[in-house]
């Protein structure tokens, strides 16, 4: 635009994806860990929340704008055939 020319550029090394799938690669990579089988036990055991992962898996799936982003159908990837909406 013209009060910030720089709006529609791309990151350097990420040019293949666009605005919209870098907002989900963010999202997933806020929730990304590495972690032993052990600790993810004990996580499991001793955490009420859920895992990094399916914080990520459960909302995308059922998020319309993700299958957008990644031209994803309904039973393809991490696309769910029926939806969970709440609004």
Known sequence: GEQNPDTDKNLPGLTKYTPEQLFFINFA???????????????????????GQFRVIGPTSNFDKFDDAFSCHPGQKNSREHKCTVW
């Open 29 to 51: 990579h806020t929730w990304c860990i590495k972690m032993t089988d052990a600790y993810a036990i004990n996580r499991l055991l001793t955490d009420p929340h859920s895992l």
